[in-house]
């Protein structure tokens, strides 16, 4: 079964998003506190990860970056309510792709596709 790992400071965002993927057959874990979410992360454990981008204590792009040095391969998806600076991101992530980025609020059909997209991608 495909697992999934949420982590967004908001409990509403992260308990929705669950069941959204849950419901389509998705093994989803959470956390609202992306320090704590490190501390539990394992290699080879997710297939996806996603986190939003403005959290208190670390952001999703340290977030990020702790996370690919525990699992280098695991994939990500970075959610956000704001906008983004692409352009930005690519010179700092050049590995990141403009899909890897979803807006909140998020449709539940937008956030599955999104999901399973991710996932094919080798």
Same mark, same amino acid.
Request: net charge negative.
């Given at each position: 079964?495909?697992? #999934? /790992?949420?982590?967004?400071?908001?409990?509403? @965002? %992260?308990?929705? +998003? =669950?069941?959204?993927?849950? $419901?389509?057959? +998705?093994?989803?874990? %959470?956390?609202?506190?992306?320090?704590?979410? %490190? $501390?539990? +992360?394992?290699?080879?454990?997710?297939? /996806?990860? @996603?986190? !939003? #981008?403005?959290?208190?204590?670390? !952001? $999703?792009?340290? /977030?990020?970056?702790?996370?690919? =040095?525990?699992?280098? =391969?695991? =994939?990500?998806?970075? @959610?956000?309510?704001?906008?983004?600076?692409?352009?930005?991101?690519?010179?700092?992530?050049?590995?990141?792709?403009?899909?890897?980025?979803?807006?909140?609020?998020?449709?539940?059909?937008?956030?599955?596709?999104?999901?399973?997209?991710?996932?094919?991608?080798?």
């Amino acid at each position: 079964m495909t697992r #999934i /790992l949420i982590v967004d400071d908001e409990a509403d @965002i %992260t308990l929705s +998003f =669950k069941m959204i993927l849950e $419901g389509s057959g +998705f093994k989803v874990d %959470t956390y609202n506190d992306p320090v704590q979410a %490190t $501390g539990n +992360f394992k290699s080879g454990v997710y297939d /996806l990860v @996603i986190l !939003d #981008i403005r959290m208190p204590k670390m !952001d $999703g792009f340290q /977030l990020y970056e702790e996370l690919k =040095k525990i699992d280098d =391969k695991v =994939k990500v998806v970075f @959610i956000t309510a704001f906008d983004i600076n692409y352009e930005g991101l690519r010179k700092m992530y050049p590995e990141l792709r403009i899909d890897s980025f979803v807006r909140k609020p998020v449709d539940s059909e937008y956030l599955i596709n999104v999901v399973k997209d991710e996932l094919r991608r080798p």
